[in-house]
């Protein structure tokens, strides 16, 4: 396998075999990130990724999930993912899931039908990140989508078969507009419904944009307490629609609160957990323990 810079998936891709078809992220503008900021996004020869495939076939024995790096994969052709799509299947018949990420655009670009073509080709689930359901939030970190497309395109997704997997970052309006934040965001997941909802806190790495803003007062941090907050508001607006289900978790290492459960069935619980934390500051990570 032949990968170029560092890699980065999904913490639910972790023990999956990632092939890269793209390189970096063809908008690589938001404030917040600093994953591929180092690459110059590019698409993958056809050739090589299938000669990454072959590769890794003659290396592994059983491959379970296959997630295709880098930011969005979905800017490939329809018929190149379709080729690298059948390919995974011949060569890792038990292969149970592949898995995308996919911007908002090339979501939109694809549209209905080829998602759904991409679907009965193996795709298994789609990532993609909406970060906010606010307009002012989602300008201000130059996120290059407005809510009402994310929303469609989590919505097409879905419509086509194939979970989306959709994720939001508390604290991303810092300590000025959480409300807003917090309200937009609960209603874009009321109206989405998505099949899974991801929610991490922001951690601010000194590559990503957003670093200078707070140095130079541009931007201040959401404290835990707010964060926690800005959560019960954000639940509180959620209202997943009757016969859907969409798994909530909180439960990444950059998250101060664990959270795990199924909206709407365990809404009451998340919130009662939420409401202890708020009284008992005991329960919050420490910031030293908090990663990216
Ligand atoms: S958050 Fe996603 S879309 Fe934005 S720059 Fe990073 S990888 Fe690209």
Redesign the pocket.
Known sequence: MRYEGAI?RPPSEAYSLIVQVTV???????T??????DKQFHVRKLADILDDLADAHRAYRRVGRVFLA???ALVLPEDELITILARIRELFPECERIGV?G?PQDVLRKGENSLRRLREEGLGIVYI?A?SGSDNVLSAV???AASAEITEAVRLIERAGIPASVTFISGLAGADGWEDHAVKTGRMITESAPSYVGLLTLMVDPAAPIYYDIKEGRFTLLPAEGVVDETILMLENIDIPAGKTCVFRSNHASNYLSLKGDLPRDKEALLSRLREARGDGAMLKDERFRLL
């Open positions: 980065y970096g992220c063809a908008h690589n503008d938001c917040f990130c600093s994953m591929f900021k880098d930011g969005d990420y911007s990140g970060e130059k996120k290059g």
